[in-house]
């Protein structure tokens, strides 16, 4: 069965600190996402990687970066968390246009 | 112009209703379409792939138009336990299957 598994379920940060979300998938998929999802505004892109080592910006990338040194792990790191960017973040992998989804990780940034 | 429009709903039936959700797409190179349900708190889950002849799965039957460019969901025998959200999710042409998703319509079966 399909496994991809976040480190976090619930995350309370304060402004200006460095968050790290960390996606782990076992399926030897190449390619991983970051999301994330606000009332009313659906799923939003935030990075993509094809492969190790590579990543492409997505629809809002702005407060972002992402790291991806192994194949299974991607990670998404907020350099300085700001209100603005409390949200639920979920990360997918994808097989031939399938996404499979974490449970999410629901961040609040005080 | 959003490339995936929905109607968000709510749908409220009752019970052993069958109720339809359509959804819009932009791109005309638009080239593999996909339902997703996703319930409350939960992350979202593949429904069904949209093949271009349609196809069923149960009480679950999905179309695509291409002409009129977009695709539909169609629940017969609505059951309490359909209640959710879901997305209509569209890739467009490309090496890297980067998809689009709709912003989902919300389905809420009542007794």
């Known amino acids: 069965d399909v496994k991809v598994t976040q480190s976090s379920r619930y995350l309370v940060k304060r402004t200006g600190e460095k968050v790290f979300l960390e996606c782990v998938q076992d399926m030897d998929h190449e390619n991983m996402f970051w999301y994330r999802q606000d009332p009313g505004l659906g799923l939003r892109l935030i990075y993509f990687?094809?492969?190790?080592?590579?990543?492409e910006k997505g629809d809002i990338p702005e407060g972002y970066s992402v790291s991806r040194e192994k194949k299974e792990r991607f990670s998404l790191i907020l350099e300085s968390a700001s209100t603005n960017q409390t949200s639920m973040y979920l990360c997918?992998?994808?097989?031939?246009?399938?996404?499979?989804f974490g449970p999410g990780t629901r961040l609040t940034v005080l | 112009r959003k490339e995936v429009e929905q109607d968000p709903g709510p749908f409220n039936v009752p019970e052993g209703a069958t109720v339809a959700f359509n959804c819009t797409y932009s791109n005309s190179a638009s080239q593999s379409f996909f339902w997703y349900r996703q319930d409350c708190r939960k992350e979202p889950k593949l429904l069904m792939s949209?093949?271009?002849s349609g196809n069923e799965d149960g009480r679950f039957t999905a179309q695509l138009n291409r002409a009129s460019q977009y695709i539909s969901l169609l629940i017969r025998d609505s059951k309490l336990s359909d209640s959710a959200t879901y997305l209509c999710v569209v890739i467009t042409s490309g090496g890297s299957y980067i998809p689009t998703f709709g912003r989902g319509t919300s389905l809420i079966v009542h007794p």
């Open positions: 949209v093949y271009s």
């Open positions: 997918a992998s994808s097989l031939a246009g399938t996404q499979y």
């Open positions: 990687s094809y492969d190790v080592k590579m990543k």
